[in-house]
């Protein structure tokens, strides 16, 4: 399955340090994304990196990729308590139809 | 700028009742369109996908039927519910004129009692 995996399940910080999370595959990809829910709403999509990419940045976050180890991470910088949120990453293959994992909850303590 | 609507918002509804929602899109043509479900503190799985007018792929073998009857309207719809289709349903929009990228509705909370 190419179903992404993130760990941990729930990651609980204080204001201004940084979230790590990470992302686990099983079959070659043609691209990742991640996304992120507010509870209660849809998902908004953050950042998408290709299978030839290693890394990218966009504001706070940093999105790193690893095909050989089929894996991936999401690093939010300096937290804030609006980051509190579920985080998810998603697969996709030659369908480019992504196929999403069970997610990182978030709390941001102020 | 494009945007996509689902309603209704929320909705409760008894066992062996019919079920209609519907999801539309503005400001993009031919979009890819989609249907999630998402249970209590779990993913998303993804139910059925479009890629144009009438044309309808399940992933999931279930109660739900699709259907796309306009570019931009996809509905997902039941002719008896079951206490299992709980949950949040989403729409997406996305394709490669989104650079494969989707883009959500605000979702329907179901509950079915």
């Known amino acids: 399955s190419q179903q992404g995996e993130e760990d941990p399940q729930a990651l609980s910080i204080q204001e201004g340090e940084n979230a790590t999370m990470n992302c686990s595959y099983k079959t070659s990809i043609n691209n990742l994304q991640w996304y992120r829910q507010n509870s209660g709403r849809g998902l908004v999509h953050l950042i998408l990196?290709?299978?030839?990419?290693r890394e990218k940045h966009s504001g706070r976050l940093r999105v790193t990729l690893d095909t050989s180890k089929k894996s991936s991470s999401l690093l939010i910088t300096a937290s804030r308590a609006a980051d509190t949120a579920s985080y998810f990453c998603a697969t996709a293959g030659g369908s480019y139809i992504p196929t999403f994992g069970r997610g990182t909850s978030l709390i941001v303590h102020p | 700028s494009q945007t996509i609507h689902q309603w209704p918002a929320t909705l409760v509804q008894p066992v062996g009742s019919p079920l209609s929602l519907e999801c539309t899109v503005e400001g993009t043509s031919n979009p890819n369109l989609y249907w999630y479900r998402q249970a209590a503190g779990r993913g998303l799985q993804l139910l059925f996908y479009?890629?144009?007018?009438?044309?309808i792929s399940s992933e999931v073998p279930q109660n739900l039927s699709a259907s796309r009857p306009q570019d931009r309207q996809f509905i997902l719809s039941s002719k008896k519910l079951l206490l299992s289709d709980s949950g949040f349903y989403l729409c997406a929009w996305g394709g490669q004129v989104a650079g494969n990228e989707q883009f959500f509705g605000p979702g329907t909370r179901l509950t079915v009692l």
């Open positions: 479009s890629v144009g007018i009438g044309q």
């Open positions: 990196i290709r299978s030839n990419e």
